[in-house]
């Protein structure tokens, strides 16, 4: 497993060096760790609980508290469906039915190719636009299985070696 480069290191100190307590540069730093893998590692849980002077226990913790961020590998590509009610009585079903016939994968899975995975998520605020799904900081609103289809056709024609992109949480911001 990775800690942080010293590119990521200095991202988090400049992000920390914007608030009055450091401490409170948590959540941006470890989006800085999931944007450099994929996920947060052990080691970059160290390595943010030194930079940020708190204990790697209380990192973990605000870590496995978000299920925004991730553990362990995940897929490049990360759909988050909406199975809440508007958008189960839209076709939330048909587009999870038609992700797992497309990608061969359950929710949560990822495909053997490292690429894909989805999950099923609770109300994404979009309710007026089902079904919804959300990809990065994108929301696809009203989906249908032929944009869907067509989505994922295009990321597969993608160059393997693309760097890996972890999921972003609108508003929270980890620019330098
Ligand atoms: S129910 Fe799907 S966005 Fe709200």
Do not use: W
Request: charged share 25%; hydrophobic share 35%.
């Amino acid at each position: 497993m990775a800690s942080l480069t010293e590119s990521s290191r200095q991202r988090v100190e400049r992000i920390a060096s914007r608030y009055p307590e450091r401490r409170s540069a948590l959540l941006p730093a470890l989006y800085v760790a999931q944007e450099q893998d994929g996920y947060v590692t052990d080691e970059a849980i160290d390595d943010i609980a030194g930079i940020l002077g708190i204990s790697p226990a209380e990192v973990k913790g605000v870590a496995s508290f978000y299920t925004m961020y991730y553990n362990h590998p995940v897929g490049r590509y990360i759909f988050q469906v909406c199975g809440t009610l508007s958008c189960a009585l839209c076709g939330a079903e048909e587009v999870i039915r038609f992700l797992e016939r497309k990608l061969g994968v359950r929710a949560g899975q990822t495909t053997p190719d490292g690429r894909f995975m989805f999950e099923v998520v609770e109300c994404l605020g979009a309710c007026g636009s089902a079904p919804v799904m959300l990809f990065g900081d994108r929301y696809y609103e009203k989906l249908t299985l032929e944009q869907l289809d067509q989505l994922i056709d295009e990321l597969r024609s993608r160059p393997a070696e693309e760097p890996q992109r972890a999921p972003q949480l609108t508003g929270v911001d980890t620019q330098d």
